[in-house]
Structures are given as structure tokens and as C-alpha cells.
């Protein structure tokens, strides 16, 4: 399996040490993946879930150019890029969960579709009789 970026892992076990738990278990809790998800991750062997990456961005001030580039201090204090990014945020989820909800729709047209298709030959079945 390809390593991925060990600067990245570095950076983000650092983060989760000094400002999420101390510990695998603690920060498993918090950032609502496995304690062995955050070892792969820390290892190199995971990529970081963009999840994560948002929850630590919006619950821990994550500076996210620190983590993906080196660039800057691990915690971002520019306040005025906060809200711009939590609008994209919002509407990228809304985005995702509008997706889902088409695509559940769509499956439960061509069922509907399926129905009509099997009701209408019933239909001329009897009516041939």
C-alpha cells in the first residue's frame, strides 16, 4: 500500500496531541473515527477524511495550509475567512445531501416505472380474456 504524505501524518498526530487527546482513545471519541483509523493516518498509511479535517478546522481553529502545506502556524487566526468557509461548508453539505436524496428518488422512480410497466400488462392480460 502507497504511503502517503508523512509530513501531513507528522502534522496532524502533532495537532491531535497538543490540541485534541493526548491519547488514541480520547481523540477517537472526538474526531468519530477508530483509534486504529488514526494510527493508519498517523502511520501514513490513511489519508486524513475530509470530515476530519473540517472538524478540526471549525472546533480546533485548524490552520488546514499548516497541515496539507507547512504553511503557517498550526492554528489559523484570521477571523474574517472563518465565516466565507463555513458558508462553502454549509452549502457543500447541503450539496452532498441533496445528491443522496436524487438519487434515492431516481432509484424509487424506476421502481414506480417498473410497477406501472408490470400493472399495465396485467391490465391487458385481462382485458384480452
Known amino acids: 500500500m502507497a504511503k502517503h504524505d508523512l509530513g501531513i501524518a507528522s502534522r496532524f ?8 487527546a493526548n491519547n488514541m482513545n480520547g481523540a477517537a ?7 486504529s483509523t ?6 501514513g498509511e490513511d489519508p486524513i477524511p475530509l470530515k476530519v479535517i473540517t472538524l478540526l478546522k471549525n472546533k480546533y481553529n485548524l490552520n488546514r495550509d499548516w497541515l496539507l502545506e507547512s504553511r503557517g502556524n498550526p492554528i489559523k487566526t484570521e477571523a474574517k475567512a472563518r465565516p466565507t468557509i463555513n458558508i462553502i461548508e454549509d452549502l457543500n ?26 400493472q399495465g400488462k396485467m391490465i391487458e392480460q385481462l382485458m384480452k380474456k
Not at 13 to 20: A, C, G, I, T
Not at 29 to 35: A, M, N, P, Q, R
Not at 38 to 43: A, K, L, P, S
Not at 96 to 115: C, F, H, P, Q, R
Request: without cysteine; proline residues 0%; aromatic residues 4%.
Open 38 to 43: 488514526i494510527g493508519r493516518i498517523e502511520q
Open 29 to 35: 471519541e472526538v474526531l468519530g473515527i477508530s483509534k
Open 93 to 118: 453539505n447541503r450539496i452532498d445531501g441533496l445528491t443522496t436524496e436524487v438519487l434515492i428518488l431516481s432509484k424509487n422512480l424506476n421502481k414506480a416505472w417498473a410497477l406501472i410497466e408490470q
Open 13 to 20: 498526530k502533532e495537532f491531535r496531541k497538543k490540541h485534541v
